[in-house]
């Protein structure tokens, strides 16, 4: 499997195009991007940051056209697994956690997972590690956020 693989996440798009979610609020949304934002490419921008290691925009509700939920899953030591959030800081820079699908807790535990039947089991690993990916993306109307 690639070193890179995508994550299960909350996406909005803007003028025809997709971003992950950052944060948001009631009245707008921040949203990550993938270089230094500029007011031509979000002319619609309340606050930008440019910071490398945390670049966003936050944008008003009334301009995201649509939100998606993609949800990416796979398997890991052969047991069925979600692909959850990118570590993006310090030494574990580039894993990814993932959470495990299926329904027998010894399953889960044989595979090296940690965790509990309230909890959930997971565990970081690097993303080559993860076989069989499959990304699925709903489009969802936008309605209120």
Same mark, same amino acid.
Request: net charge negative; charged share 25%; glycine share 8%.
């Given at each position: ?9 909350t996406?909005f798009?803007?003028?025809?195009k ?7 609020g009631?009245e707008d949304?921040?949203l990550?991007?993938?270089d230094a +934002?500029?007011?031509e *490419?979000f002319?619609? *921008?309340?606050e930008m940051?440019?910071d490398?290691?945390?670049? /966003?925009v936050?944008l008003p509700w009334?301009v995201?056209s649509a939100r ?6 796979g398997?890991w030591h !052969?047991v +069925?697994v ?8 310090g030494?574990?820079r580039?894993?990814?956690?993932v /959470?495990?699908a299926g329904?027998? +807790?010894?399953? *889960?535990?044989?595979? !090296?997972?940690? !965790?509990?039947?309230?909890?959930g /089991?997971s565990t970081l690993?690097?993303?080559?590690e993860?076989?069989d ?7 969802h *109307?936008? !309605?209120?956020p």
């Open positions: 499997m690639s070193s890179t693989i995508p994550v299960s996440e996406q798009e803007y003028r025809g997709r971003y992950s979610r950052h944060s948001g009631d949304v921040r990550l991007t993938d +934002p500029t007011r *490419a002319p619609d *921008a309340i940051n440019d490398p290691q945390d670049q /966003w936050e009334r995201i998606y939920t993609q949800e990416v899953t398997t !052969g +069925p979600t692909v959850g959030e990118r570590i993006k800081r030494l574990r580039g894993m990814v956690r /959470w495990y329904t027998t +807790p010894d399953e *889960a535990l044989a595979a !090296g997972l940690d !965790g509990n039947q309230n909890d /089991w690993v690097q993303p080559s993860v076989d990916v499959h990304v699925e993306s709903t489009r *109307a936008m !309605g209120s």
